[in-house]
């Protein structure tokens, strides 16, 4: 009976190491595969930051317990972790935002069908002199009461999809626009398209992203082949903004491969990028996370951007002053 206990607790310490290099190395390995789009990892996914910091911990206690191979095998999870997490809070130095072209104070807000206030909403909007808002989740009353209590009075000018429940989209502008028609996403969430015409800036082409969320098994194909169907960018054409709730993180490939068709995403130009835009809510304890972003092609300066706070939605609006080539 002892020999059996003893051979238990040899195989047990023997898989100890294992157990706690391994997680953060298969995380590790999934993220830079690309490997994301089954269910639950499309949503796992966008918590690597937490990873990356957690990742830490078994490797100092492999090190100092001299488990040398398996602390070998943390230490590069961690590391590769670590290595794209990074770059998102260090500033690029972007030479183009010191540039003298028009510039654009664009601003994004998911109002969680209509339940965040609209008094709010057109506070930040007078704040920050935005000149164009793009909206989420809108619905016609809500854009009604936006505008009781003065959004008209800031942004005349609007290509409004507004439907009742969480498909509804928006942009609304200072300048004039023309409507250039709506994108509608499998599953249904709905996607305004604007050309806006900025004095002293020309055209700048805007949608209001809003890919459908993987929270479930049956709908993770739908986000994926919305992405599919998102607008790469046309840094040898039109100007174009895509802002919104997009519904990934930086860790997802599909964005990323979004970005690497010719945007630049405005929080991480400024080192700001791992701000969390959503969560927690409704009492829930979701660690934070970045689904709503500013992406603007390689020729457009990104001079600031922030992450400002709307009571009553589950996402944070994100600010940006771009600077038009």
Do not use: C
């Not at 995380?27 to 994301?36: E, F, I, K, P, T």
């Not at 830490?56 to 230490?75: E, H, M, S, Y």
């Not at 961690?78 to 010191?98: C, Y």
């Amino acid at each position: 009976m002892k020999d059996s206990l003893r051979f238990v607790k040899r195989g047990l310490l023997s898989a100890l190491p294992w157990a706690l290099a391994l997680p953060a190395a298969v995380w590790a390995v999934l993220r830079l595969a690309g490997w994301d789009t089954w269910y639950p990892m499309a949503q796992l996914m966008a918590f690597t930051p937490y990873v990356a910091a957690g990742s830490l911990v078994p490797l100092a206690v492999l090190l100092v317990w001299r488990r040398w191979t398996a602390a070998a095998v943390a230490g590069v999870a961690a590391l590769a972790l670590v290595a794209v997490v990074a770059p998102r809070f260090l500033a690029d130095g972007d030479a183009l935002a010191g540039a003298r072209g028009q510039a654009l104070r664009v601003m994004s807000a998911n109002v969680l069908v209509g339940s965040a206030g609209p008094d709010t909403l057109v506070a930040l909007v007078r704040e920050h002199r935005v000149d164009v808002l793009a909206l989420q989740e809108v619905s016609p009353d809500y854009l009604a009461a936006a505008d009781a209590a003065g959004m008209r009075d800031e942004l005349p000018f609007r290509v409004d999809y507004a439907v009742p429940g969480v498909e509804g989209s928006a942009v609304l502008s200072r300048h004039p626009l023309r409507d250039d028609g709506v994108r509608v996403n499998p599953g249904g969430f709905r996607q305004a398209r604007a050309e806006v015409s900025v004095p002293g800036g020309g055209s700048v082409l805007v949608e209001s992203a809003h890919p459908l969320a993987p929270w479930a098994d049956f709908v993770t194909p739908l986000w994926a082949r919305g992405f599919d169907d998102q607008p790469r960018a046309t840094p040898d054409g039109p100007v174009r903004v895509l802002l919104g709730d997009f519904n990934a993180t930086l860790d997802h490939h599909l964005l990323r491969e979004l970005i690497d068709s010719g945007y630049r995403d405005a929080a991480e130009v400024l080192g700001r990028g791992l701000t969390g835009t959503w969560g927690p809510y409704d009492g829930n304890m979701i660690p934070p996370v970045t689904l709503d972003r500013v992406l603007a092609d390689r020729r457009v300066g990104v001079r600031d951007f922030r992450v400002l706070d709307l009571p009553g939605s589950d996402h944070r609006p994100v600010y940006a002053e771009l600077v038009l080539p």
